[in-house]
């Protein structure tokens, strides 16, 4: 299993990137997909998640408002909507599927892609 990341770059302040998280071999309709991200010097957070349902979102307080996750069905691919980024934005972002099937848990980590907001 494949989970593939991508979607990063550099922007200036204020900008706007969507990450993707697409996978090969599995469905990620029936997994929990979580963005986390490093930045330097720092300790890998969770930023955003949406469940297998599509039910329920979450975001960190810290990009609550700017960033939106969404899931495309058909090309079996999340994404990380980022709008008005900020120079704290700056991390290597991940994507991370999660499946609990009886008392068997399945779960992938993407390779990550490095975000660079500046100016």
């Known amino acids: 299993v494949q989970l593939q990341a991508s979607g990063g770059g550099l922007v200036q302040p204020g900008g706007s990137l969507r990450l993707s998280c697409a996978a090969s071999?599995?469905?990620?309709?029936?997994?929990?997909i979580g963005w986390y991200r490093q930045a330097p010097g720092k300790e890998r957070e969770g930023i955003s998640c949406?469940?297998?349902?599509?039910?329920?979102?979450y975001y960190v307080e810290s990009v609550k408002g700017r960033f939106t996750i969404s899931r495309d069905r058909v090309k079996n691919t999340v994404y990380l909507q980022m709008d008005s980024l900020k120079p704290e934005d700056t991390a290597v972002y991940y994507c991370?599927?999660?499946?609990?099937?009886?008392?068997?848990?399945?779960?992938?980590w993407g390779q990550g892609t490095l975000v660079t907001v500046s100016s």
């Open positions: 071999s599995v469905d990620l309709e029936y997994y929990a």
């Open positions: 949406i469940s297998s349902e599509n039910r329920t979102t």
């Open positions: 991370y599927a999660v499946s609990v099937t009886g008392e068997v848990l399945s779960d992938y």
